[in-house]
C-alpha cells in the first residue's frame, strides 16, 4: 500500500492478492464424437489447446470454436460443456471430482489417434474473494491470434511432452504466465464490464489507480470524478458501465480485499488493519467488515489459515 498514484498497478495488486497457482495441470484428449458438462467450479480454470479443436458452451456465454493455440481462461468457472464439433448428448461430470485426477483423460472413442489434444485445468487462489472473480474479472477470456500465446503454447506443448527434471514446476510456472499475459490481453473496450475494461478506459484508469495506490484515503465520489475530470454523474454513470460496480462499491469492495489479506498473515490487529484500509476505528471497520465478508475480522482472521 504504500505505491505512489503514479506508480500503482491496479492488475498486478490483484494478481499478487490472489497469489495463484496451478494445482492440477493435466492433459485432455479426445477422439470421434462426445460432450461432457461440467458443473460451476468457482475457482479460475484454464485450458491450452495443443492440437485439433472443441466446442466450448459456458453458460451465460455465446458458444465458441477452438483451435490449435487458442487459450480460454474461465476466473470464476461457471457451468460449461465441450465437446466435439458434431453434437452428441453430454455426460455429466463433478468438477470437484475431475479436479481429483492428475492422469491425462481421454474424451469419446478410447483407441486410436486423439483429434483433440489440449491442457487444461486449474488455478488455486490464496484469496477466494467473489467480487474480486466475479464481479471486477469477465466470466470468459478467449485469445487467439497472439504471437506472445503462441510462443507460450509452444513451450507448455513441449514441456508437457517431456520427461525432463523439474516439469511439473515448470508448466506451472508457464501457466502461471499465460494468466497474467491473458488478463493484459483483456484490457479494453473489447472486455466486458469489470476491471480490465476499467483500466482500458483512459479517465475510469487513472480513478483506479488513485483507489489501488491510496485504498485508506476518504475518497468520495466527487473527488475521484474531478480527477477523472468529469462531472459526477457522467463519471458515476460511465464507472458502473466499465467496471459492473458503483464507485464507492469498488472502494469498499478492494478494501476488504486487502484486509482478509491482512487479517490472514495475523501479524496486525484488527485496529492497524482497519486505518491501513481506510477506517477511522476497529468497531466501524469491523461492523463494514461482518457486512461485507459475513464474519467479524477477528473471527476470519481466527478461522483462516495463515
Known amino acids: 500500500m504504500s505505491d505512489s498514484p503514479e506508480s500503482a498497478d491496479p492488475l498486478a495488486q490483484v494478481i499478487a492478492l490472489l497469489k495463484p497457482r496451478a494445482v492440477v495441470s493435466k492433459g485432455i484428449s479426445g477422439a470421434g464424437r462426445w460432450a461432457v458438462t461440467y458443473a ?24 465458441v470454436d ?10 470464476a468457472t461457471p457451468a460449461f460443456t465441450m465437446s466435439s464439433f458434431e453434437p452428441e448428448r453430454p455426460v455429466q461430470v463433478d468438477p470437484r471430482s475431475a479436479a481429483m485426477i492428475t492422469e491425462e483423460v481421454r474424451h469419446g472413442r478410447a483407441d486410436g ?21 466475479g464481479s471486477l474479472l469477465p466470466v470468459m477470456i478467449h485469445i487467439r491470434g497472439n504471437p506472445r500465446f503462441s510462443a507460450l503454447v509452444r513451450l507448455i506443448r513441449e514441456e508437457e511432452g517431456s520427461s525432463h527434471a523439474g516439469r511439473e514446476l515448470v508448466l506451472a510456472r508457464l501457466v502461471e504466465v499465460l494468466l497474467i499475459e491473458a488478463l493484459r490481453v483483456n484490457l479494453g473496450s473489447h472486455a466486458s464490464s469489470g476491471l480490465m475494461r476499467g483500466l482500458g478506459d483512459p479517465r475510469i484508469c487513472g480513478a483506479l489507480r488513485q483507489i489501488h495506490a491510496q485504498p485508506q484515503r476518504p475518497w468520495t465520489a466527487g473527488e475521484l470524478a474531478h480527477l477523472a475530470g468529469m462531472s459526477r454523474s457522467a463519471f458515476f ?5 466499465m467496471v459492473g460496480i458503483r464507485p ?32 477511522g476505528s476497529a468497531s466501524t ?11 467479524p475480522p477477528g473471527r476470519y482472521a481466527r478461522a483462516t489459515p495463515a
Open 248 to 279: 464507492m462499491e469498488y472502494l469498499v469492495a478492494w478494501r476488504m480485499a486487502l484486509a482478509r489479506d491482512l487479517l490472514r498473515r495475523r501479524t496486525f490487529s484488527v485496529d492497524e488493519v482497519a486505518h491501513r484500509v481506510g477506517y
Open 237 to 241: 454513470d460511465r464507472f458502473s458501465r
Open 285 to 295: 471497520f469491523s461492523i463494514a467488515f461482518s457486512r461485507h465478508v459475513g464474519q
Open 66 to 75: 477452438l483451435a490449435a493455440g487458442d487459450f480460454v481462461l474461465l476466473p
Open 40 to 63: 460451476a467450479f468457482g475457482l479460475p480454470g484454464f485450458c491450452v489447446v495443443l492440437e485439433g479443436g472443441r466446442r466450448l458452451a459456458v453458460e451465460g456465454q455465446v458458444a
Open 113 to 133: 489417434p486423439p483429434d483433440l489434444r489440449l491442457l487444461g485445468g486449474h488455478f488455486a487462489i490464496d484469496t477466494p474473494d467473489p467480487v474480486l472473480l
